[in-house]
């Protein structure tokens, strides 16, 4: 739990865009979790370094969340403080092929800042959720198509100093499913991303493409947390997990998706105890079964009970 003088000094600095022991399962996707210590919204970058300045003084850990998704929080306690950056939202284009956007923009901003003026190259990420915060630290994409291809360099700010520096895309690390090499705690504030010159119907026609495709193919009606696993080498998660008889299972009111294996849904009432336990069988049951081991691509956080 943080400390009184902690909660004060957040109460005084952020007024009603701070809440305390705020239940994570109203912030996450799949809708299970339990309590964080505190929930902020700053508004803009200055009120973000002032924050990186109280948890550093206070000795408190924090956790950025967009929309929540690609993450699992615990049942148990959240001790950190959670920064959601949506009210830093906005979206240019600067020069003739680039464009800038904040962190707290949507995937649905995006997509149609690009169909109304025939921006292409970013039509893969039609359909997956979050924000471009999430998008880029979880290096978002479909096969052969990621963010990071897309990115020209990202505004990055250190928590141990509270301010921000642009990093070009040849200085940053990015992998399958994987930003590394940040300071720990980093926060991508904003990014520059480029595109290629099209036609407005022609980028519709592909976005309309995506979405339907996902639309066949994920359970987007019920609340999940997207991918669970990453895909190994030369294979598919879902594939695997189908294999070993695991499609539908389910355990409380956590189910692995009759439509996608890689995706557990909350059919009502699950825990994330529900949750990690599909996640730990669905594992276990591959590896015994071909000598895979799954990494998952979701992000755990906070106490199990």
């Known amino acids: 739990m943080i400390s009184a003088a902690f909660r004060e000094a957040l109460t005084e600095r952020f007024g009603d865009r701070v809440t305390f022991d705020v239940p ?31 948890c ?13 998704f690609n993450t699992l929080v615990g049942d148990g306690r959240l001790q950190h403080v959670v920064i959601q950056l949506s009210r830093m939202r906005v979206m240019e284009q600067r020069g003739p092929r680039t464009f800038y956007a904040e962190s707290g923009v949507s995937h649905s901003q995006i997509t149609r800042f690009c169909v109304d ?15 471009l915060g999430g998008w880029i630290a979880m290096n978002a994409g479909i096969p052969n198509l990621e963010i990071s291809q897309r990115i020209v360099e990202l505004e990055i700010m250190d928590p ?57 193919t994920q359970p987007l009606n019920v609340p999940s947390c997207g ?54 069988m669905a594992r276990q049951a591959v590896f015994e079964a071909t000598g895979t081991r799954l990494e998952t691509e979701v992000k755990i956080l906070g106490e199990r009970s």
Request: charged residues 20%; proline residues 5%.
């Open 24 to 54: 994570m399962s109203r912030c996450i996707s799949l809708r299970v979790g339990g309590p964080s210590d505190a929930l902020v919204i700053p508004d803009d970058r200055e009120e973000l370094s002032q924050l990186m300045a109280l």
């Open 117 to 131: 003026r025939g921006y292409s190259g970013l039509e893969f990420g039609a359909g997956i959720p979050g924000t």
């Open 56 to 68: 550093r003084e206070h000795q408190v850990s924090h956790t950025v969340l967009g929309s929540g």
């Open 227 to 280: 991918s669970v696993f990453k895909n190994p080498p030369g294979d598919h998660a879902g594939r695997l997990i189908e294999s070993v008889g695991l499609k539908g299972h389910r355990v409380g009111g956590a189910q692995i998706s009759p439509r996608h294996a890689n995706f557990i849904a909350n059919t009502g009432g699950a825990t994330a105890a529900d949750v990690l336990s599909l996640i730990e």
């Open 160 to 216: 141990r100093v509270g301010s921000s520096i642009n990093v070009p895309r040849e200085q940053l690390d990015f992998s399958y499913r994987t930003l590394s090499g940040l300071a720990p705690g980093s926060i991508i504030v904003s990014a520059l991303l480029d595109f290629e010159i099209s036609t407005k119907a022609r980028v519709r026609e592909e976005v309309s493409r995506m979405l339907e495709h996902r639309s066949e």
